[in-house]
């Protein structure tokens, strides 16, 4: 490979353990991640049909499973195995009794799947995201009757064959045509209109963001549910003395629940939590981060910047105003716009929904690998551009394993293909990643990164490059690219 090295950058990034399956890259067929509004066979009236006509899912993915095959696939497994991602297409005959909780507090649905009515084999289709890779809005999202083609792997937990769960799992296609009622508020989310706790609350969960949140600090729930809420000091902590949430609502002196939002915080953004400062208690705040149920009600997740009293803490969002690429990496639509080339070992970028593109060299031990993450071609000629993007690494006790050249960011210009020996043929030259985070998980942005004025021509592509061996591995997490 030939190697024009600009900057190196000699920084550490560890990371999360993590399971890593390889990917199938959907197929471009009628009504691809997108509902079809025909079809859909009536509860009640076809309970004893031996036979259902899956035509209106249009083209189904190459290798799609039926449910007596996934089911025959999973009653092989032991009780740790899994699949690799397959299809799985079925008709929904049972909706589960957890569905409507699993869609509430997590965005994930569960149903039964079987190929005709009739039939009393059945799939689980176990704590599933909706299309696209997104969280369900509404149980009503799926229900009896509907067509489906799942993007799953397959599992066998007690004799129940099952897609695992915990949202790695999703809806490819679907029959089911309902659409989530709209929901007009004054705000818009941005910077200069960021939504109230009472928008946050009237939406529910209907857009996912992220967007900018404002309101005022109430307390911190200490417990299970917002019932637990502690309005007063002392606010109880961790064991470093801070808090993993926040309660904000529209006014400061806020005491019904019903009118609050609980707001995560994550690793790395609990400075201005009330056990670590039980003054804040009162101030206004702006979050930004994605609107997902929390505590049962509708709440902010994933938060990457917050401003508390005119201190600014976490990386502030790059404006994407006329950005020539602007990708989150969180739903599986963009993250399918980026090339995967493994170079070497058996693992490789994977998409995670609420992580983005994620990569680790560890499943169940430690495995070497060469993985390039490459996103699609720019033209760049005669423009000064500028590319950022979010990242994190961890867990704390991983934070020290990544050596230089682990975790590296090139660009490239002449790239001829998709594969590994089209990687090494291409001229690459490497860019500084200006930040990288000190605490595990928690996101940074990286700054905003120049391309050298030699390298701008019409077929440019940045490429985030991970390299472990078989002593140390963790992973890299990348989300929020933006080119502009």
């Not at 199938?24 to 079809?36: I, L, R, S």
């Not at 092989?76 to 005959?93: I, M, N």
């Not at 990457?304 to 803490?313: F, H, I, K």
């Not at 430690?366 to 490459?374: S, V």
Request: glycine residues 10%.
């Amino acid at each position: 490979m030939k190697l024009n090295k600009l900057f190196f950058a000699s920084l550490m990034i560890g990371a999360l353990a993590f399971v890593s399956c390889e990917t199938v890259n959907p197929v471009d067929g009628p009504g691809n991640n997108q509902p079809v509004d025909t079809g859909k066979v009536t509860p009640g009236k076809t309970d004893t049909a031996t036979t259902i006509d899956y035509s209106p899912l249009g083209e189904l993915p190459a290798g799609c499973l039926t449910v007596a095959e996934a089911v025959a696939m999973g009653e092989k497994l032991s009780a740790t195995d899994t699949t690799e991602y397959v299809y799985v297409r079925g008709y929904v005959k049972k909706i589960a009794s957890k569905h409507e909780d699993g869609v509430k507090n997590y965005g994930n649905g569960s149903f039964y799947m079987v190929d005709a009515p009739a039939d009393a084999k059945d799939f689980y289709a176990f704590q599933v995201y909706h299309l696209d890779g997104k969280k369900f809005s509404a149980p009503e999202q799926v229900a009896v009757g509907d067509l489906v083609v799942l993007y799953c792997r397959i599992v066998n937990f007690n004799g129940t064959i099952e897609s695992a769960g915990k949202g790695s799992g999703y809806i490819y296609k679907t029959t089911n045509a309902y659409t989530v009622p709209v929901v007009e508020v004054e705000n818009d989310g941005s910077e200069d209109k960021p939504f109230t706790a009472g928008e946050v609350l009237a939406l529910n969960n209907a857009q996912a963001g992220p967007f900018y949140v404002k309101g005022y600090i109430v307390g911190q729930i200490n417990g299970k549910s917002m019932s637990n809420i502690e309005q007063a000091s002392p606010f109880t902590g961790n064991d470093s003395h801070q808090g993993t949430n926040i309660v904000i609502a529209a006014s400061a002196d806020e005491t019904n629940t019903a009118n609050m939002v609980a707001v995560q915080l994550p690793a790395g953004l609990r400075d201005f939590s009330l056990p670590a400062a039980p003054d804040n208690l009162g101030k206004e705040i702006l979050v930004y981060g994605t609107l997902e149920a929390y505590f049962g009600q509708p709440g902010v997740k994933n938060i990457s910047y917050a401003v508390v009293d005119g201190t600014e803490y976490g990386s502030k969002p790059a404006n994407t105003e006329g950005a020539l690429l602007n990708e989150t990496l969180l739903t599986q639509t963009s993250f399918d716009k980026f090339l995967v080339v493994n170079v070497s070992g058996d693992l490789t970028w994977t998409f995670d929904a609420k992580y983005g593109a994620k990569m680790t060299g560890y499943d169940t031990k430690t495995h070497a690998n060469e993985d390039w993450f490459i996103s699609p071609a720019l033209d760049l000629t005669g423009k000064d551009v500028k590319l950022s993007f979010e990242h994190a690494r961890g867990p704390k006790g991983s934070m020290a394993v990544a050596t230089a050249g682990h975790y590296t960011l090139w660009v490239s210009n002449d790239l001829a293909g998709t594969d590994a020996a089209a990687v090494a043929a291409a001229t690459w030259t490497e860019l500084t990643i200006p930040n990288h985070g000190t605490t595990a998980w928690a996101y940074v942005n990286s700054g905003e990164i120049s391309v050298p004025e030699t390298i701008r021509g019409a077929n440019c592509r940045f490429a985030w490059k991970y390299v472990c061996d078989d002593v140390e591995s963790a992973t890299w997490e990348i989300k929020n690219v933006v080119v502009k």
